[in-house]
Each structure stands twice: as C-alpha cells, then as structure tokens.
C-alpha cells in the first residue's frame, strides 16, 4: 500500500478490499474499517477491546461515586481518616468495657442495644474504608498501576517499586543527605547542626521572636533549652511512630491511585 501510494503521489484511489470497496467515511460504530489485522499498528479489533475495558472501568468508578454520595450510612462517618482510626478504637474500647458490665449475659440485657449501636457505627467505618479502598482500586486500574497498589494493612515497603529508601550506612558517607536518619552517625552529624529540619521553623521566626532568641540561645551561648510539654512531646512521638504509616500509605495507596507518575525518595541526591 505504501509504494502504491508513492507511485501514484497527487491521484486519486479507490482501495478494494476483499472485493467490497471501502468508503472514506463513518462506519455504524467508527471510524475505521476492520481489515482483518492488516491494520498498520493496533488492529482495530484491539483498539475496540481496549475503549471497551476503558468504557467499563469508568461505568464502574462512576457507580462507586454515586454509591459514595448517596448512601446515608456514610454521611455520618468523617471525611478524615485519623479521625475514623480514633474513632473505631474508642468505639471498640467502649463495646468491651460494655460486654464486660454485661457479664456473661449482656445479650439479653439492657446493655445489648448500646451494643448494638456501637457495632452499627463500626461496620459503617469498615464499610466508608472498603469503599475508598475500592476507589483507589479503579483509580489505579485506569493509571495501569494495579501492581503498585496495595490491599489490606500490610506492605513490603522495601519491595515497593515506586518507593526508594537509603541503603543502611555499613560504610561511611560524606554527603549528610545519604545518611539514614535516626542512625548514631545521623545524630554524630545533628549535633553539630545550628539549624535542622525540626527547628528551621523557630529559627527563622516563625513561631515568634521569643522562640528565636532561645533557639539560638541554645545552639550558639549553649544555655539549656526550655523543657518541651507533654503535648509537644506527645506530638512529636506519633509522628516519630507513624512515620512509617504515612510513607506507606502515601507510596501504596495515593501515589498509584492519584500520582501514577511519581515516586517517594527517602532523600534525594
């Protein structure tokens, strides 16, 4: 076809094909015409399977976010995560401080619709997770990314294609930004530090005035920082602990749903 159409540069042809002729022009369903997997690139068949499985994919996203919108279930459970994690664990305290005032017989007490309430409150936070989870599922189809996506509570976060962690520091590295936070030669270097990550914000002024002079009070005249309260430290010790959580959740669940494209560096460099 291509040398003929060399050969035959500005004139006009009319193409037979398996002795219909092909019309230029819309066919009942597309564009093209099926030549029987003589198609330059994709045949046509195949392009039509993949805007079929396309075509699914988004009627199914589109269920799931009607369902999301009108179920009245989900209209009292909050938007917020963290939040639904705290609830479902007060939730779940209370039901067994409940069962243990019932005794042995607390599902023909009174107690037992108390009870019953907590239960409904907890299926309907399983059920606002297993919906999102859902959504992230498809989302994830559509960007190609299903093998990034994590199902359930668990992740080999050292196998996860898409997150790229520092090498534990065997040898000694001299670029601070290679070395694995919370290692002794990690503190060794933080030491010697005027200004790090957690205290840039003081340091420049931020918080206010007073918290720079005793910033710098305590890095450059060596007095003694200000003990931290309880709630600081508290703070600070979750985001210590789930600093894990969130690298997982942020590479095996947003990132294939959301980002595809992106990937998590533990440092870059």
């Known amino acids: 076809m291509q ?16 002795g219909k002729k092909i019309k230029q022009g819309l066919t009942t369903d597309s564009g093209d015409v099926d030549l029987l997997g003589f ?8 392009r039509k399977d993949d805007l079929c499985q396309l075509v699914s994919a988004l009627e199914t996203n589109i269920n799931i976010l009607e369902r999301f919108e009108d179920e009245a279930s989900m209209k009292c459970i909050p938007a917020d995560i963290k939040s639904d ?10 039901k067994s401080k409940f069962i243990d005032r019932g005794g042995s017989e607390w599902c023909s007490g009174k107690i037992v619709y108390v009870i019953s309430a907590i239960n409904a409150y907890l299926y ?50 001299d670029h601070t930004r290679k070395i694995k936070q919370r290692s002794e030669e990690w503190f060794s ?64 669940k947003i990132l294939p749903s959301l980002f595809p494209d992106m990937e998590f560096y533990e440092e870059v460099t």
Do not use: W
């Open 3 to 18: 040398k003929v159409s060399q050969s035959m540069k500005d004139q006009s042809l009319c193409i037979s094909f398996d």
């Open 124 to 173: 309907d936070i399983d059920a606002h997770f297993e919906l999102m989870n859902e959504i992230c599922c498809h989302l994830a189809h559509l960007n190609t990314t299903e093998n990034l996506l994590i199902f359930g509570r668990n992740i080999a976060i050292d196998q996860q294609m898409n997150c790229n962690l520092l090498p534990d520091n065997k040898d000694r590295c």
């Open 189 to 252: 270097i933080r030491k010697q530090a005027k200004v790090t990550g957690s205290t840039l914000y003081k340091a420049i002024g931020l918080e206010n005035l007073s918290s720079m002079r005793d910033h710098f009070d305590n890095v450059i005249c060596n007095l003694k920082e200000a003990p931290k309260n309880q709630f600081t430290i508290a703070a600070m010790q979750h985001g210590t602990d789930n600093e894990i959580n969130a690298m997982s959740t942020l590479v095996g």
């Open 85 to 94: 994690e705290n609830q479902s664990k007060k939730k779940e305290y209370a």
């Open 39 to 46: 198609e330059d690139g994709l045949t046509l068949q195949k």
